[in-house]
């Protein structure tokens, strides 16, 4: 098996000589945010972190995706924060691609390094310092947590991508497969991320409809997807994010293996409008 690769690291800018052409794109149905448009212009500062800016690639939209948003944070050493979490109904999950973070979480120090995945629950108490020395990049994507009649909220805990065994798709013979971090079938979860795995040349060959909303961030090497009506191309560090229902397939074009963290929403009740339902 091929060692693990994250994306590559975000910010500066283009020469003055570079030609003004790229592949974002945002319509009515997804957008695409290539690698190269992440530069030191469009970070954010946030309320309770220190030496810390972020890419926000997604966020609740009126209209468009409404469920999440994501965050690739950069904290330099010494960095960090105490009270990271503004929202106490807000879950999250932490995922990291670069450096080594150290998670304080309900009392128990836990050393991060790239691969390294959190679940936090609404309520959970943790901190995040960079005690490195050199900068540390972290995946934070956050939702607010819907409680559903009968089940508990999830325990919180942390892993590595190298200590789940991906699941093979059927029929695939393992070409395409998803590292699962939370079981499909435990409802306490209202959310997934997991990271999915497509070999050389192999394919989602159907174009899935559905009602998850997505966040997809290339880890590793390229590929051709379909979104909507179009065909785009993506490489490592591009965040795809997609609204419901869009129709989406892809075809991994080689000449390695095609990665990315994939967020969806799962396992609960469409809401109909109605303030009060499920309490």
Known sequence: MNAPIYNPACGGLPPQTA???GRAVFTEAYAVIPHGVMSDIVTSLLPGWTGTRAWILARPLSGFAETFTQYLMEIAPGGGSDSPEPDPQAEGVLFVVGGTPTLALDGQ??????GSYA?????AGWKLRNRGGEAARVHWIRKAYEFARGFDVPDAFVTHDSEVEPSGMSGTNGAWATTRFVAPDDLRHDMH????TLQAGASIPFEETHVMEHGLFVLEGKAVYRLNRDWVEVEAGDFMWLRAFCPQACYAGGPGRFRYLLYKDVNRHPALGRRGFGR
Do not use: C, K, S
Not at 109 to 114: G, Q, W, Y
Not at 119 to 123: D, I, T
């Open 19 to 21: 030609l003004h052409t």
């Open 119 to 123: 679940y936090l629950p609404p309520g």
């Open 193 to 196: 991320v997991n990271i999915v």
């Open 109 to 114: 120090d836990h050393a991060l390094r790239p």
